[in-house]
């Protein structure tokens, strides 16, 4: 009789398996740019996206960490799932793969103006910062992340009304931005808007529910709106 050799399946794994096997060593060398470049040459993000779906943590996990590395604009809808994702591991990643590609989806001489005007940013150089900004998003008109850059630039240079507006812009082209909506509530509690405030709080943990921080300010105004409602 004929017996199926046990070792069958071994010898042609699964995708997701042989995913795993190819970039988990590299990526545990911490070789950010060869692996960057492993990805790109074998796994498109559409595939990546389904690898980041794996029932099997391991694989989503490193799926979420390929596309932080090189996945494009298209593997957004997919990470924002993965924000409402109980499992730290997994949210946490897919957070972190959103800020990666958000920073880099302008035009290159955009992400040029963009890694500048960071930099002033670190060095509390707000007005230079603004205006590197504001050069990265003329570069670029598509590109939110210059104009989320620039709010926080208003934002710590308590320029509120301007932040809120390139805010709301930011939101516009990119709806799944919570830190432009958290950026928006603050700048609102910051002017005693706590009703707006709460609603910008309020979008933004509707996106990515496990941020304590805006849920502490989300308690924060809502305690202030209580404070404030006369007695009866």
Same mark, same amino acid.
């Given at each position: !009789?004929?017996?199926?050799?046990?070792?069958?399946?071994?010898?042609?794994?699964?995708? &997701?398996?042989? #995913?795993?096997?190819?970039?988990?060593?590299? !990526?545990?060398?911490?070789?950010?740019?060869?692996?960057? &470049? #492993?990805?790109?040459?074998?796994? =498109?993000?559409?595939?990546?996206?389904?690898?980041?779906?794996?029932?099997?943590? &391991?694989?989503?996990? +490193?799926?979420?960490? /390929?596309?932080?590395?090189?996945?494009?604009?298209?593997?957004?809808?997919?990470?924002?799932?993965?924000?409402? $994702? =109980?499992? =730290?591991?997994?949210?946490?990643?897919? &957070?972190?793969?959103?800020?990666?590609?958000? #920073?880099?989806?302008?035009?290159?001489? /955009?992400?040029?103006? +963009?890694?500048?005007? *960071?930099?002033? +940013?670190e060095h509390e150089n707000y007005l230079t910062a603004v205006n590197q900004f504001s050069l990265a998003f003329d570069a670029d008109p598509t590109f939110a992340e210059a104009l989320n850059q620039r709010a926080i630039a208003y934002y710590l *240079?308590?320029?509120?009304?301007?932040?809120?507006?390139?805010?709301?812009?930011?939101?516009?082209? !990119?709806?799944? @931005? #919570?830190? %432009?909506?958290?950026?928006?509530? @603050?700048? @609102?509690?910051?002017?005693?808007?706590?009703? %707006?405030?709460?609603? %910008?709080?309020?979008?933004?943990?509707?996106?990515? =529910?496990? !941020?304590?921080?805006?849920?502490?300010?989300?308690?924060?105004?809502?305690?202030?709106? @209580?404070?404030? $409602?006369?007695?009866?």
């Amino acid at each position: !009789m004929f017996e199926i050799d046990s070792n069958q399946n071994n010898l042609n794994p699964s995708p &997701e398996v042989e #995913f795993l096997k190819l970039l988990s060593p590299l !990526m545990r060398r911490s070789c950010a740019h060869a692996a960057a &470049e #492993f990805i790109t040459q074998h796994w =498109p993000t559409a595939e990546l996206c389904t690898f980041a779906s794996s029932r099997d943590i &391991e694989i989503s996990a +490193l799926a979420i960490d /390929a596309l932080a590395l090189c996945g494009d604009k298209s593997a957004i809808v997919k990470l924002q799932c993965l924000l409402r $994702k =109980p499992r =730290p591991d997994i949210h946490r990643r897919a &957070e972190n793969a959103l800020w990666s590609i958000w #920073f880099r989806s302008g035009s290159p001489q /955009a992400v040029c103006h +963009l890694k500048c005007g *960071s930099k002033h +940013l670190e060095h509390e150089n707000y007005l230079t910062a603004v205006n590197q900004f504001s050069l990265a998003f003329d570069a670029d008109p598509t590109f939110a992340e210059a104009l989320n850059q620039r709010a926080i630039a208003y934002y710590l *240079s308590g320029r509120y009304r301007e932040a809120i507006d390139d805010c709301l812009r930011v939101v516009a082209l !990119m709806p799944p @931005h #919570f830190g %432009a909506l958290a950026g928006m509530g @603050h700048c @609102h509690a910051q002017q005693g808007q706590f009703q %707006a405030a709460r609603s %910008a709080y309020c979008r933004a943990l509707a996106i990515y =529910p496990y !941020m304590d921080g805006v849920r502490q300010s989300l308690s924060d105004v809502e305690a202030l709106i @209580h404070r404030q $409602k006369p007695a009866a």
